[in-house]
């Protein structure tokens, strides 16, 4: 997808990429979802409640053996259709541009994209699921089961999401040397 089908916004930057990349990966399936539109996507998985699928390679179907009796998996998948080359973001919710790090955008160096879904059932290889927010077809990287006692984190915070919601900048979004 170019910067223009993606929506380059006023004050984004880009920039060039290496001319090679440093890893491989295998796709070890596809997510079935009923967006096919980027608009018609929710903007974060916590936004949806569509029954989704994830179809598994049959050459890795036997990686879902003993995940019977999960409630909760982390799905990783690739983000294929976003650009790659954003380094700040303009989003629309925000008064300024955000560095891509400090956003959970699909628009990135590696467009990971991670999530925590509900596991509804499994027949062979194939997941049903709640809680994603991606495109139909999007390339899946992988399963994890979600462990609440090691993922949850919930002193966790963002600070430009604090600093909204108290109306303060912070030093880095203003510019002002940060020790």
């Known amino acids: 997808m170019s910067d223009a089908e993606f929506g380059m916004r006023p004050g984004e930057e880009s920039v060039d990429l290496p001319p090679a990349f440093d890893a491989g990966l295998y796709f070890v399936g596809r ?4 967006w096919t539109e980027r608009a018609e996507c929710p903007r974060n998985s916590a936004q949806s ?5 994830l179809e598994v390679d049959p050459l890795f179907a036997p990686a879902l053996r003993s995940l019977d009796g999960t409630s909760h998996l ?3 998948y690739w983000m294929d259709r976003a650009p790659r ?3 700040a973001q303009q989003p629309r919710h925000a008064p300024e541009p955000r560095g891509t790090f400090a956003l959970r955008s699909p628009a990135r160096p590696n ?3 991670v999530s925590v879904v509900e596991l509804l059932g499994i027949v062979g290889g194939t997941l049903r699921v709640r809680g994603l ?3 139909d077809g999007t390339p899946l990287l992988d399963i994890k089961p979600y462990f609440a006692s090691t993922d949850a984190r919930p002193q966790a915070r963002v600070g430009w999401r604090e600093g909204e919601a108290s109306g303060a900048v912070s030093d880095r979004e203003s510019g002002r040397a940060v020790p």
Request: aromatic letters at 0%.
């Open 133 to 135: 927010d991606c495109l």
């Open 111 to 113: 467009p990971i994209a």
């Open 49 to 53: 409640d569509a029954v989704c699928t």
């Open 74 to 76: 982390i799905v990783l």
């Open 85 to 87: 080359n954003l380094v």
């Open 31 to 34: 997510v079935r979802t009923p």
